[in-house]
């Protein structure tokens, strides 16, 4: 009995060691984040943003796929009459590469006096532009390298009153589909400003990028209802081939200008189709992004990635989704082109397997002066690409000189037209 009871005691002793030994062996590899920073999430309690951490496709920004600087280059071969704000050129579409030549489609505003603004668009005539997409036509331009382009002329101008975009047709981007060429853009039918920024997407279609350019259809995108999220405008359309269907991504603001103009927010959706006549269904998630400006969308792996620049709680950020609809952040960026309309190959040709970008163009719209307003179009380079690899893309320190800095004066706040003019002391 008495020998019974000392094995029993000797045995309870050595369990509780070895489970203290465990417990402590556990705490010793595991209960502190490691210094090798994981590929995986560790087996561990962790913060909020390192659970986040490992949402991303790798855990280090540098290696992620999504990640990029961008580098700017000034384009050559665009005239702008000195910079006295009478020719405009804004919204360039993606590049296409046909028979050896890059081909871009743009707004292009050549006007007798630069624009006067959205908040006297009531005072704009045949002559005098509202704001500096107002009174445009749609041009087009060549190039072997993409820096230098041969301005080619006007491929779809202005139709006569009263038909839809007799005012201005601007924001154009083109489809590639079934061999044939489409134009999607803004067709206005009042001056910009007058009551907000209203317009349809109409559509013109060719056998040659060169053109004739045929008018295809207006309102290809429908407005939603009175109160809808996109009701009056549908702007910024950027299709793309997608699961074998033609997505249109596109932009509406809420709350609208002028009515409302304080409390402006974007919003994006998506129209799915297989005619590029149309019609095309909106998806019922719509809006798909609620960050974001000019939209650049591009197939990504299985997926759809998108550029938010500029608007929204996500703005400045790449974003994934596996199935185009439903978008999560997937990197933070820095320096972004506006308006970006990246060269890719496989944007129509529905592979499944998108590789994204190197380059492309984006415009700069306060190239001039307030009084003599007027955009420019410019190159991008950055490594968004599976097929590239460019480590000094990857840098996470974007340096801008001091002027970059003081040229943001805090004056700019006093001038802001919803500042309240108050100087701080
Ligand atoms: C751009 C785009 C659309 C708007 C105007 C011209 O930033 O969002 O094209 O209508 O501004």
């Known amino acids: 009995m008495k020998s019974k009871i000392i094995i029993a005691l000797i045995g309870s002793v ?14 010793k590899s595991t209960s502190v984040f490691p210094f090798k920073m994981p590929t995986e999430k560790p087996n561990i309690s962790l913060s909020t943003s390192s659970e986040r951490m490992f949402e991303y496709s790798t855990p280090r920004v540098q290696d992620n796929e999504l990640f990029s600087q961008f580098k700017y280059t000034r384009l050559k071969g665009f005239d702008y009459n000195n910079g006295d704000g009478t020719i405009s050129r804004r919204d360039p579409s993606r590049p296409i590469l046909v028979n050896g030549k890059y081909y871009i489609w743009y707004t292009k505003r050549h006007t007798t006096v630069p624009p006067i603004g959205w908040d006297r668009a009531a005072e704009a005539t045949d002559v005098i532009p509202s704001t500096d997409w107002d009174l445009c036509d ?16 006007v491929a779809v101008s202005r139709p006569a009153k009263p038909q839809s975009g007799w005012r201005s047709v601007a924001t154009p981007d ?8 489409y134009l999607y853009y803004q067709a206005f039918d009042e001056p910009s400003g007058l009551r907000g920024d209203l317009c349809p997407v109409s559509v013109s279609y060719s056998d040659s990028p060169d053109g004739p350019w045929i008018h295809g259809g207006d309102k290809v995108i429908p407005f939603g209802k ?11 359309p950027h299709p793309i081939v997608y699961k074998g269907k033609i997505y249109i991504y596109y932009k509406a603001a809420y709350n609208k200008w002028p009515n409302d103009r304080s409390h402006y927010a974007v919003g994006h959706g998506v129209v799915i189709g297989e005619d590029p006549l149309g019609p095309f269904k909106k998806h019922p998630l719509n809006p798909v992004m609620q960050s974001g400006h000019e939209t650049t969308y591009f197939p990504f792996k299985g997926g759809v990635a998108a550029l938010a620049i500029k608007d929204g709680n996500e703005r400045e950020t790449m974003q994934y989704s596996e199935d185009g609809v439903n978008f999560k952040i997937a990197a933070g960026l820095s320096l972004t082109p506006t308006a970006a309309a990246p060269f890719c190959p496989d944007a129509f040709t529905n592979s499944g ?5 190197t380059w492309g163009l984006c415009h700069f719209v306060n190239a001039g002066t307030p009084q003599k307003s007027y955009s420019i179009m410019a190159r991008f380079d950055c490594d968004l690409s599976l097929d590239y690899n460019e480590p000094a893309f990857k840098d996470t320190g974007v340096w801008h000189r001091p002027e970059v800095y003081f040229a943001q004066g805090v004056e700019s706040i006093y001038e802001h037209p919803e500042g309240r003019g108050v100087k701080k002391k």
Request: hydrophobic fraction near 30%.
């Open 353 to 357: 397997n998108g590789r994204g970008f």
């Open 138 to 153: 749609i041009w087009y331009a060549t190039s072997t390298d993409g820096i230098t382009w041969e301005e080619k002329g």
């Open 226 to 236: 009175e109160g809808e999220w996109d009701q009056n405008a549908t702007h910024d």
């Open 14 to 27: 050595l369990v509780s060691c070895s489970a203290k030994l465990d417990t402590s062996s556990k705490k």
């Open 174 to 181: 083109i489809l590639v589909w079934k061999g044939k060429y």
